[in-house]
C-alpha cells in the first residue's frame, strides 16, 4: 500500500518561528510537492522537486523554502512564520513520466497550521 | 499559463439522483485531465482521468467527458450514494510543458442528501 506521511496533522506556531513540516514517501517516487489549500483556491503549488537536492518554485514560493537531501523526504520551512500561512499544507509525490506522462499524484494526509 | 475554473462550488444533491460538476481550462495545448477526490481527514486521490486523445472514459458510476474545442471537461457521478460525499478537484497539465505540474481547479463540495 503506497504511503505518504506527513510528520504532524496539527501544528500551532508562534509569528516569527522557524517551522519544519516533514513529507516521507515509500514509493521510491522521484517527484515530490509542497501544496497549500485554503478554501475557494483550491491547491497551490509552493515547490516541487523532481529529484535529490533539486527544487523548483511553484506559484507561491514566497516565505517558504525547501529541502530535499534524500530521495523519500522532502521538508518545507517556514523561515519566519507568519499569520498569512495559516492553513492546510499538503505533501504529494509521483513518478516520473517519460516524454508526455503525467503521473498521479499521491497525497498525504496535510498538516493544518496555525500561526498565532 | 493555464488556468482552470470549476463550477458549481458547492453542490448539493438527493441520494440516488446524479451529479455533474464542470471544469474550463485556457491552454488549448493541455492534454491530461485529472480528477480528484478528498474525502473530510485526507488528502486528495486520484478517481478518474482523461487524456486528449479521447472524448470519454467511465469507471463504473463514474465518468468523466472532454470537449477539447470547448475546452471543458466535466465529471459524472451517477446514483449517488453516501460515501460520494467529498470534495472533488479536477486539474490539466500539458506535459509537454512541464513534466510536473498540475493545474488545479478551486474545488466542489459535494453533499449526498439521504
Known amino acids: 500500500d503506497v504511503k505518504v506521511t506527513q510528520s504532524s496533522r496539527y501544528l500551532v506556531k508562534r509569528t516569527g518561528e522557524k517551522v519544519f513540516l516533514e513529507c516521507v514517501q515509500d514509493m521510491d517516487h522521484e517527484n515530490m510537492f509542497w501544496y497549500r489549500q485554503d478554501p475557494g483556491l483550491g491547491l497551490r503549488l509552493i515547490y516541487f522537486s523532481y529529484d535529490v537536492k533539486m527544487k523548483e518554485k511553484g506559484d507561491i514560493p514566497e516565505g517558504y523554502s525547501v529541502s530535499r537531501e534524500k530521495k523519500e523526504r522532502f521538508s518545507l520551512i517556514l523561515e519566519s512564520a507568519s499569520t498569512n500561512q495559516t492553513s492546510m499544507y499538503l505533501c504529494?509525490?509521483?513518478?516520473?513520466?517519460?516524454?508526455?506522462?503525467?503521473?498521479?499524484?499521491?497525497f498525504g494526509p496535510g498538516t493544518r497550521l496555525t500561526v498565532t | 499559463g493555464e488556468n482552470v475554473e470549476q463550477h458549481p462550488s458547492t453542490l448539493s444533491v438527493q441520494e440516488g439522483d446524479s451529479a455533474v460538476i464542470k471544469c474550463t481550462y485556457s491552454d488549448s495545448a493541455s492534454n491530461y485531465f485529472p480528477w480528484y477526490k478528498q474525502e473530510l481527514g485526507k488528502g486528495p486521490q486520484l478517481i478518474i482521468d482523461i487524456r486528449s486523445n479521447v472524448g470519454e472514459k467511465k469507471d463504473q458510476r463514474i465518468a468523466v467527458t472532454l470537449n477539447k474545442t470547448a475546452k471543458h471537461f466535466s465529471l459524472h457521478i451517477t446514483e449517488t450514494q453516501p460515501e460520494d460525499s467529498a470534495v472533488y478537484f479536477c486539474a490539466a497539465s500539458n506535459p509537454r510543458d512541464s513534466n510536473y505540474q498540475l493545474i488545479w481547479g478551486a474545488g466542489t463540495k459535494l453533499i449526498i442528501k439521504p
Open positions: 504529494a509525490s509521483s513518478l516520473s513520466g517519460g516524454k508526455d506522462t503525467l503521473g498521479e499524484q499521491y
